[in-house]
């Protein structure tokens, strides 16, 4: 089954980790708050690796 990489934007706490290791995936607004940008900008492990590291565990996969 395909799945897709969402945020929860309300949730973050802007603490840039997701956009800076994964640019080409997650982006940011001028207050810091990440985004998705393209969920296809990167593979699947680089995409864990964030969903790991996130602080406020606000990114997750969803099952498409
Ligand atoms: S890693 Fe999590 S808390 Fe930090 S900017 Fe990304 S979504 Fe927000």
Redesign the pocket.
């Known amino acids: 089954m395909a799945r897709k990489v969402c945020?929860d934007s309300d949730a973050?706490?802007?603490?840039?980790?997701?956009?800076d290791s994964v640019p080409d995936v997650?982006g940011s607004d001028d207050e810091g708050t990440?985004f998705v940008a393209n969920p296809d900008g990167a593979d699947e492990a680089s995409i864990q690796d964030?969903i790991d590291?996130?602080?406020?565990a606000?990114?997750f996969w969803e099952e498409t």
């Not at 973050?12 to 956009?19: K, N, P, R, T």
């Not at 590291?53 to 406020?56: E, K």
């Open positions: 945020l973050c706490i802007a603490c840039g980790f997701c956009y997650f990440a964030a590291g996130c602080p406020a606000c990114i």
